[in-house]
T-cell receptor, first 113, second 115 residues
Framework: GENVEQHPSTLSVQEGDSAVIKCTYSDSASNYFPWYKQELGKGPQLIIDIRSNVGEKKDQRIAVTLNKTAKHFSLHITETQPEDSAVYFCAARSPRSGYALNFGKGTSLLVTP | ETGVTQTPRHLVMGMTNKKSLKCEQHLGHNAMYWYKQSAKKPLELMFVYSLEERVENNSVPSRFSPECPNSSHLFLHLHTLQPEDSALYLC??????????????FGEGSRLTVL
């Protein structure tokens, strides 16, 4: 089945700096790659997603890039703010896996003022 | 308000107890999910219901028993659990069926502690 690796597990940046989180996946048929943000005491919430026919997608300070050949995708957050502090999860889905969305282990991001 | 409501938010139970977790979605979605979230591990998919039919069951022990009485409600019945079952149990829903289910909407979770 699909295996998603996520790095780093923790990341600390200063306010205003950029943060990058990287994920790799194993199933070359995977075609959907969402990113979720989980704040303390809450459930994960989708912040951005990308499909395999697109190489990059941006939404204000957040961007995701996808390299299908290398089977990796990354989340980029620019001009970080303290409210960006949370746990971020990448995920991948293959048409072969039905409903299953395979998640990485998460990255705990801390943005210090 | 996420549209997916889970109760209770916290539950402590002994290994011989029987309890249930409840999930309700107000989004008109067609599929509902139970995920288990443990520290330092990826979210684990447990069960999926689509239009009240169970469509996925990922080798979950029989001490976890799901129930979906209608498209808006999902339950997870718990019986004779083990301490290693302590975790955050997340309910989610999606607007469509596989393979293009659309975005997953998660509830805030039920934190379960098994003594």
């Amino acid at each position: 089945g699909e295996n998603v690796e996520q790095h780093p597990s923790t990341l600390s940046v200063q306010e205003g700096d950029s943060a990058v989180i990287k994920c790799t996946y194993s199933d070359s048929a995977s075609n959907y790659f969402p990113w979720y943000k989980q704040e303390l005491g809450k459930g994960p919430q989708l912040i951005i997603d990308i499909r395999s026919n697109v190489g990059e997608k941006k939404d204000q300070r957040i961007a995701v890039t996808l390299n299908k050949t290398a089977k990796h995708f990354s989340l980029h957050i620019t001009e970080t703010q303290p409210e960006d502090s949370a746990v971020y999860f990448c995920a991948a889905r293959s048409p072969r896996s039905g409903y299953a969305l395979n998640f990485g282990k998460g990255t705990s991001l801390l943005v210090t003022p | 308000e996420t549209g997916v409501t889970q109760t209770p938010r916290h539950l402590v139970m002994g290994m011989t107890n029987k309890k249930s977790l409840k999930c309700e979605q107000h989004l008109g979605h067609n599929a509902m999910y139970w995920y288990k979230q443990s520290a330092k591990k990826p979210l684990e998919l447990m069960f999926v219901y689509s239009l009240e039919e169970r469509v996925e069951n990922n080798s979950v022990p029989s001490r976890f028993s799901p129930e979906c009485p209608n498209s808006s409600h999902l339950f997870l019945h718990l019986h004779t659990l083990q301490p290693e079952d302590s975790a955050l149990y997340l309910c989610a829903s999606s607007p469509q069926r596989a393979p293009n289910t659309g975005e997953l909407f998660f509830g805030e979770g039920s934190r379960l502690t098994v003594l």
